[in-house]
Nanobody
Framework: QVQLVESGGGLVQPGGSLRLSCVAS????????MGWYRQAPGKQRELVGR???????SYAGSVKGRFTLSRDNAKNTVYLQMNSLKPEDTAVYYC???????????????WGQGTQVTVSS
């Protein structure tokens, strides 16, 4: 069974930094794209950024220049470095992966359980 487990969330002051990690584990054959979404109270879940296995990445306009994705393919891990955090970055952050497990011929979308990021003074 495939699982995505996030870590690294917490409370940080405006202007501060946090680094989120997400590890995919289980019977994984291959991972195509990994990324992060976030959902603030009363709002829809939105894309933060995604990174392909090649390292090519894309970001939402609201985080571009402040957030950086990286990936360790050997460890099935994706990282989100968040700098210059703002109160409006407060949300539950969800890891997402487009992967193929060992028993499937197809790629499916998997989600982590979410980690809370709160930016407040």
């Amino acid at each position: 069974q495939v699982q995505l487990v996030e870590s690294g969330g917490g409370l940080v002051q405006p202007g501060g930094s946090l680094r989120l990690s997400c590890v995919a584990s289980g019977s994984i054959f291959a991972i195509h794209t990994m990324g992060w979404y976030r959902q603030a109270p009363g709002k829809q879940r939105e894309l933060v950024g995604r990174i392909a296995s090649s390292g090519s990445s894309s970001y939402a306009g609201s985080v571009k220049g402040r957030f950086t994705l990286s990936r360790d393919n050997a460890k099935n891990t994706v990282y989100l470095q968040m700098n210059s955090l703002k109160p409006e970055d407060t949300a539950v952050y969800y890891c997402n992966a487009d992967l193929r497990d060992s028993d499937s011929y197809y790629y499916d979308e998997y989600w982590g359980q979410g980690t809370q990021v709160t930016v407040s003074s």
